[in-house]
């Protein structure tokens, strides 16, 4: 029973980020007409933003995941002003291509960056419930 409700658990969570990307995806192209192929990729890059911060500065969850959003954030303005509105006006398979493009190059600089996995330290205390007699729920952020 309980494995049963911890696979639950995953399950909601993957749910909720395709679900969040699909939005993503869904809002960009309402607003902008066109197809963003880098959202999923700038996913990728707020995680190593949150490893960054979280090894390096060594600050605890609210701050890393404020630098976190706000890095991700500059880098997609940074996008959107350098490759996604010089081509507002041009045909759309040219910005399709770009997001194509900028997705393959963000994917390609991290890895320069970050050749092998790399684990996040533990940012919220491991926390232990007890369920209905002697099992032990243990919960690991």
């Known amino acids: 029973m309980i494995y049963l409700l911890q696979q639950s658990l995953n399950a909601l969570q993957l749910g909720s980020i395709y679900a969040l990307i699909a939005l993503g995806y869904t809002m960009v ?3 902008l007409r066109m197809i963003n192929f880098a959202h999923g990729d700038l996913f990728m890059v707020g995680a190593f933003f949150c490893f960054m911060v979280a090894t390096y500065l060594k600050l605890p969850f609210v701050p890393t995941l404020l630098l976190s959003m706000i890095g991700v954030g500059l880098l997609g303005v940074t996008i959107e002003r350098l490759a996604y509105k010089p081509l507002r ?3 759309r398979v040219s910005a399709v291509i770009t997001a ?3 997705g393959i190059f963000l994917e390609n600089i991290t890895l320069v960056f970050f ?4 684990h996040v330290p533990a940012l919220l205390p491991n926390i232990s419930w007890t369920i209905g007699g002697n ?6 952020w």
């Open 29 to 31: 192209y309402g607003i």
């Open 89 to 91: 006006s041009a045909p």
């Open 100 to 102: 194509l493009g900028v």
């Open 115 to 118: 050749p092998y996995p790399q």
């Open 135 to 140: 099992h032990s729920v243990r919960q690991s």
